[in-house]
């Protein structure tokens, strides 16, 4: 009985609260709305709108806001919003107590002239001057003026709070367009908006709120379905009521996750129905994009003659995607079938004439496919080779035909580390070959299957599956998470091509600038990382980027190092993405480490050391270490050699034998690869280290006690910071 009890209470107390702070509605009604940006567009205006009434005092941090974005209406709806805000104590500053008042205490004219500005009642001077308050400002006393600011009310808040969202949407491209004004002159007046504004809503409950925007002035009714709602205008009895009356009365799904996630249920289904294993193809862009472009989803399955499935898929998926908005099926190998869906605006009861319609909409775009892949056939890739010399690549590197050379010259070299003949031989047939799909007609007209295009007619001129997948996979990684090339020729042509990129534009020094990259240089760069690292090839950094520079002879200058510190920070950026701290990054990549796959073993062998109890205290020594050296070297080259019989104190003769002990032990590990091991080994080092530092004078005055000390660190240094530069773990 209790618990019901409580429940009741609960219950009464929300009732209450809401007959206090009713929630709150607002809509606008336009014409179609960017598919591509509706719901950013949707998301900000309630954000805004929400945000400003908070900060407003009208709603609370305790306020929900809950965004709806269709093609015609941007709306918000926020729970629990005062008809007025709380007023609002505020205190001023005056002035000091020496300005405002003379030396009998009375108000001096520069008070009661502030306090007049401020609205206060000066007709009694010694009441207002006995209203105010002193206290210590810095080291003077000033006078302070309290006082109650009203707080908002809710037409003035939303009206601000509307404006500000209005304002603030990001609106990809703004239309210009005209009204009549609402006076006594007749006239026009010019608006400035994403699309034409049409209708306003605001209740607060059931009450309108009459806020203006765009030349509009909010009601309660708004419009459905262009054409199947039930009436017009949709009239809505409150707040609350909202999205179920638009979506009773109107044939309107207002919210957009609601109508996306409808459309994917009504896609799975209608798969369902095909059979044999059939999935829709899963495209989140352009399932945002078909929810952007219907209010009521009906899903409906087509279909086109079997015939076009000669054609590659790929050119069928994208022409059916990117000029129809279909979702098209693949079967249960994922290849593609002869069926698509359509996500349809209207639900008639016949449902042929939008199946028909679509149908005969989708068939020329395959026959073209299907007419550009015969025509392409045609002619060989190789053939194709001399067109590329009339394609401008860049203005300051030449023609593709330039690019294709010099790409060929940095896969040979690097072919020619990585394998045999055979392997030169395919990665220079593909390097020859990877950009002549630019010049045939499926890639005119569809340069997204640039790559793609060049494998399948590799496969029909006869190269063999080793050149065409070499071919097709040369632009691989594409996308951060997309696959790497399949096979090394692939990797050798990817790379080359990559690198031809970033050391051409650092070369020219077309760098990237805050947001703008367009040649894509940051990718291209984690493209080279992460082919070097996944595929673990015996590759050196500097080595790859020197030698690439002379296949451009005089067109650049050579940018390797400033290039080298450009990939050095985008594999910092990937590797602390991957959760390895700032710290431990620095520490290995300040080395500069030539073999990218062996990183991580490092940084694993780092994160390893610096958990040992000696980790702290050994780095802060190396850190130490490091810095006599520097002094040192000021003065001339430190070698890192010792003469034991100058070993005078027994620490730096201990410091001595344990460095003869311990430290071949250690490159033996580290030559074997075993980095975690090899730094465990020097842990031992500490006691000596420590001991050293503590009894031995390195500058010492006698030159070659000093030179044989410093050549004892110097020792120290290289054994302890072959895997990593251990001063940067010092706290």
């Given at each position: ?140 006393e000033a006078l302070f003026y309290d006082s109650v600011v009203p707080g908002a009310t809710l037409q003035e808040g939303l009206q601000k709070a509307l404006l500000e969202a209005l304002a603030k949407l990001p609106i990809p491209k703004v239309m210009s367009y005209q009204l009549e004004t609402d006076c006594e002159l007749p006239g026009w007046t010019s608006v400035n908006f994403v699309r034409p504004a049409h209708g306003l809503v605001a209740l607060h409950g059931g009450t309108v709120v009459p806020v203006k925007a765009l030349g509009l002035t909010a009601g309660n009714s708004t419009t459905g379905h262009r054409f199947e709602a039930a009436v017009s ?499």
């Open positions: 009985m209790g618990g019901t009890d409580g429940q009741k209470g609960s219950v009464n107390e929300r009732k209450n609260k809401n007959m206090t702070t009713p929630n709150l509605l607002v809509e606008l009604f336009v014409e179609e709305l960017p598919p591509k940006a509706l719901q950013k567009l949707g998301d900000a205006f309630a954000t805004v709108l929400s945000d400003q009434l908070k900060a407003q005092g009208l709603a609370t941090a305790a306020s929900v806001v809950t965004p709806f974005a269709s093609p015609r209406r941007l709306a918000a709806h926020v729970t629990a919003v005062a008809d007025k805000a709380a007023d609002k104590a505020v205190q001023q500053k005056l002035m000091p107590v020496t300005v405002g008042l003379d030396a009998s205490g009375n108000a001096t004219p520069a008070l009661l002239k502030k306090l007049q500005a401020l609205g206060a009642d000066v007709s009694n001077p010694a009441a207002a001057v006995a209203a105010l308050k002193r206290a210590q400002d810095g080291k003077a205008p949709v009239v809505l009895q409150d707040a609350d009521s909202y999205a179920a009356t638009l979506k009773k009365d109107g044939a309107v799904i207002a919210s957009f996750a609601e109508r996306k996630a409808e459309i994917a249920r009504q896609l799975t289904a209608a798969a369902a129905k095909v059979g044999n294993g059939a999935r829709p193809i899963e495209d989140e862009a352009l399932l945002d994009e078909v929810t952007a472009l219907v209010e009521r989803p009906n899903v409906v399955i087509c279909q086109f003659e079997e015939q076009f499935l000669g054609v590659p898929q790929e050119c069928l998926i994208l022409t059916m995607k990117a000029n129809q908005k279909y979702f098209p099926l693949l079967d249960a190998a994922g290849k593609l079938t002869n069926k698509f869906l359509v996500v349809s605006n209207i639900s008639p009861e016949d449902t042929s004439f939008v199946t028909g319609g679509n149908e005969r909409v989708v068939r020329p775009r395959l026959a073209d496919a299907k007419f550009f892949f015969d025509q392409d056939r045609k002619k060989t890739l190789a053939s194709r080779v001399e067109g590329l010399g009339k394609v401008v690549y860049h203005n300051k590197l030449g023609t593709q035909g330039e690019r294709v050379e010099r790409v060929r010259a940095i896969a040979k070299a690097i072919a020619t580390q990585l394998g045999d003949a055979a392997l030169m031989a395919d990665a220079d047939q593909a390097a020859l070959l990877a950009k002549t799909d630019l010049v045939t007609d499926m890639v005119g007209e569809f340069p997204e299957l640039q790559g793609i295009m060049g494998g399948y007619y590799a496969l029909n001129d006869g190269l063999g599956e080793t050149v065409a997948h070499a071919i097709e996979d040369h632009y691989k990684p594409r996308f951060a998470g997309d696959a790497l090339p399949r096979n090394t020729a692939g990797v050798v042509v990817a790379l080359a091509d990559k690198l031809e990129t970033l050391v051409g534009m650092f070369g020219i020094g077309n760098l990237p600038t805050g947001d703008r990259d367009p040649f894509a240089l940051r990718r291209h760069a984690l493209g080279v990382i992460r082919m070097l690292v996944e595929k673990d090839l015996s590759l050196d950094l500097n080595a790859l980027l020197a030698g690439a520079v002379p296949a451009f002879g005089d067109k650049i200058t050579d940018a390797s190092a400033a290039l080298a510190d450009f990939i050095y920070d985008r594999l910092a950026g990937s590797l602390r993405e991957q959760g390895y701290s700032a710290q431990e990054v620095d520490a290995v990549l300040a080395l500069r480490p030539q073999r990218l796959a062996l990183v991580e073993k490092q940084l694993a062998a780092v994160r390893a050391f610096a958990a040992l109890p000696e980790s702290p205290a050994l780095a802060a020594a190396n850190k130490r270490v490091g810095n006599i050296l520097k002094k040192a070297e000021v003065e001339g080259a430190v070698d890192a050699h010792v003469n034991p019989d100058l070993l005078q104190e027994k620490a730096e003769q201990d410091l001595y034998a344990a460095l003869q002990r311990f430290v071949p032990e250690a490159n033996a590990q580290f030559d074997a690869g075993d980095y975690t091991a090899s730094l465990q080994t020097l842990a031992v080092l500490r006691a000596p280290v420590d001991a050293f530092f503590d009894d031995v004078m390195v500058n010492a005055e006698q030159l070659d006690l000093r030179l044989n000390r410093q050549g004892l660190l110097k020792t120290l240094h290289e054994a302890m910071n072959r895997v990593a530069d251990l001063s940067r773990l010092a706290a």
